[in-house]
C-alpha cells in the first residue's frame, strides 16, 4: 500500500463492473459487522427494522425484554417473508403466508396442522438467528457469525461517540434516498470537503472546509473534525441552536464526522446526530438511510422542530448525490483512468486503503 502522496485511486472496475459489487457483497456485507440502525429503533417489545444486505433479509425486532435480536427474515415452513415494511411495531409475529407464528426470541410458537408429523420438533424450526451487537447505540451485524469481536471493528471510535450519548439518543427524522452512484463513491465523497466550495457553498459558510484535523485511532473507521467559523452555532438552515437542544458536555465549536467500514457514516454535532447507512442495490445505485437523533429532553421541548438541521442536510445530501451520480458516469468512460490523491484527500486514501487491502488478500 503506497502512502498517500505516491498512491493512484482505486480502478474504474471497483465502481462499474458488477461481478466487483457481487464479491463485495459477500466479502464485505456478509462475512464482517454491517450497521443495521439505531437501537432507539428497536429498543421496545415488537419494534423493528427490516434490511437487506447482499441476498440476505435480515430482520431485527425488539424481544420481549426489549432487547434487540436480528434473524433472518424467512419462515421456516415454506420461506415466505414475515416482514414487508422497512420498520414498525409487531404485535406478534407471524407469516402472512400459513401462519407459522415465533415469539420475538425467533422460537416457535405454533406451526398449524403439524401434531400429527412424525419427529416433529419446534425447537428444530425456530428463525435462523444473525450475530447481534450494539456498540454506542449502533446496531450491528455479523452474517457469516464469525467476524471478530464488534469492539475491535469500532476501536477507538467507541469513545469519540460516548461523547455524545449515542446509545440515549432518539430519532426525530428519516429519509431514504436512491442515489444513482456506487456506494464506494459516496464513502469517498463523505470522506473529503475538497469539494465543499463549489458544491455546498451554504456549508462552506458554515464551516471552512480547511479547518479541522484527521482523527487516528484503532478500529476500522476514517474521520475526524470540523471547526464551525465565528458566530455559528450549528449545522442548519440559519447556523443557529433552537430550543436550547445542545448536547450537553461536547465541544460547541467542533462537528466530528466518521465513516465506519463498510456502510455506516456517523455525524456527531453539538446539539444532534446524524447516521447514514449505505445499502448497494447495483454497482451503480445504492440506497442511503438518513436519520436524526437528538437527546429526548430536547424532543420534549414545546415546539421542538428539526426541520432546520433536516432542511439543511437534505440540500447538501441532494448535491452530494449529484457529484456522486456525475462521477458514476464519468467512470464508464472506455477512456477513464484512476486520478491521483490530493493532499486533502486523506481519509479517501485510508478508506480506499480499506476496500484495496481485501482486494489483494483476495488475489493472494
Not at 447556523?239 to 455525524?267: K, M, Q, W
Amino acid at each position: 500500500m503506497l502512502p498517500l502522496e505516491q498512491a493512484t485511486q482505486l480502478p474504474g472496475p471497483a465502481f462499474t463492473d458488477p461481478a466487483v459489487l457481487d464479491w463485495e457483497r459477500a466479502n464485505f456485507f456478509s462475512r464482517g459487522w454491517i450497521c443495521a440502525g439505531h437501537v432507539d429503533q428497536v429498543s421496545g417489545r415488537g419494534a423493528y427494522i427490516r434490511v437487506e444486505t447482499g441476498e440476505e433479509n435480515v430482520l431485527v425486532v425488539g424481544d420481549d425484554d426489549g432487547l434487540p435480536r436480528a434473524f433472518l427474515n424467512t419462515c421456516r415452513h415454506r420461506g415466505a417473508r414475515l416482514v414487508e415494511e422497512p420498520e414498525g411495531q409487531l404485535r406478534r409475529l407471524q407469516c402472512p403466508y400459513h401462519a407459522w407464528s415465533y415469539g420475538f426470541d425467533g422460537s416457535l410458537k405454533n406451526a398449524p396442522f403439524t401434531e400429527g408429523l412424525t419427529d416433529f420438533d419446534p425447537k428444530c424450526f425456530a428463525l435462523h438467528e444473525v450475530r447481534l451487537a450494539v456498540i454506542e447505540g449502533l446496531v450491528l451485524l455479523d452474517l457469516s457469525g464469525e467476524a471478530p469481536p464488534p469492539q475491535a471493528h469500532i476501536g477507538d471510535l467507541a469513545t469519540h461517540m460516548a461523547a455524545y450519548r449515542t446509545p440515549e439518543l432518539k430519532r426525530a427524522r428519516k429519509v431514504v434516498y436512491e442515489v444513482g452512484a456506487n456506494w464506494k463513491a459516496i464513502a469517498e465523497n463523505y470522506n473529503e470537503c475538497l469539494h465543499c466550495p463549489g458544491v455546498h457553498p451554504e456549508l462552506n459558510r458554515l464551516s471552512h472546509y480547511l479547518t479541522g484535523e484527521t482523527y487516528e485511532g484503532s478500529g476500522l473507521w476514517c474521520g475526524g473534525s470540523m471547526t464551525l467559523s465565528e458566530g455559528v452555532e450549528t449545522m442548519s438552515t440559519d447556523g443557529a441552536t433552537h430550543a436550547r437542544r445542545a448536547i450537553a458536555g461536547v465541544d460547541e465549536r467542533v462537528i466530528l464526522y466518521f465513516l465506519i467500514f463498510p456502510n455506516t457514516l456517523i455525524s456527531l454535532h453539538p446539539d444532534y446526530v446524524m447516521l447514514h447507512t449505505l445499502w448497494p442495490r447495483a454497482v451503480d445505485r445504492t440506497e442511503v438511510v438518513c436519520e436524526w437523533f437528538f437527546e429526548p429532553e430536547t424532543m420534549a421541548e414545546p415546539g421542538f422542530d428539526p426541520s432546520d438541521a433536516v432542511d439543511f442536510w437534505d440540500q447538501v445530501n441532494r448535491e452530494d448525490w449529484h457529484v456522486c451520480q456525475l462521477t458514476q458516469q464519468g467512470m464508464t468512460s472506455s477512456r477513464f483512468t484512476p486520478g491521483r490523491y490530493t493532499t486533502q484527500e486523506d481519509d479517501v486514501h485510508t478508506f480506499d486503503k480499506m476496500v484495496a487491502s481485501r482486494y489483494l488478500e483476495a488475489l493472494r
